[in-house]
Nanobody, 118 residues
């Protein structure tokens, strides 16, 4: 009923930028918080950035001042602007959202690959 689809990943050189998008679709009453996670090769999934329905944001220390999370509630979309990318940012990036349909549940996207390499 609810699906999240990420886009915008790809290959970029260190110091470059990418913007990820995640569109939520389905039987949506309201989207509460939205999040970006990432999973580097051989490591566990970690929280990168979060944004509340009202627009309050939080970031992991490793991306603070480089990444910006934002959302467009009219389009049910969350974005992650990634600047000054480092090799350590290489990971599969996943979108997560708390969505109210007939109940409140968390949903995950399929992920999009970001590779930072010279």
């Amino acid at each position: 009923q609810v699906q999240l689809v990420e886009s915008g990943g790809g290959l970029v050189q260190p110091g470059g930028s990418l913007r990820l998008s995640c569109v939520v679709s389905g039987s949506i009453v309201r989207i509460n918080s939205m999040h970006w996670y990432r999973q580097p090769p051989g490591k566990q999934r970690e929280l990168v950035a979060s944004i509340t329905r009202g627009g309050s944001t939080n970031y992991a220390d490793s991306v603070k001042d480089r990444f910006t999370i934002s959302r467009d509630n009219a389009k049910n979309t969350v974005y992650l602007q990634m600047n000054s990318l480092k090799s350590e940012d290489t990971a599969v990036y996943y979108c997560n959202a708390e969505v109210l349909t007939y109940a409140i549940s968390n949903y995950w996207g399929q992920g999009t690959q970001v590779t930072v390499s010279s």
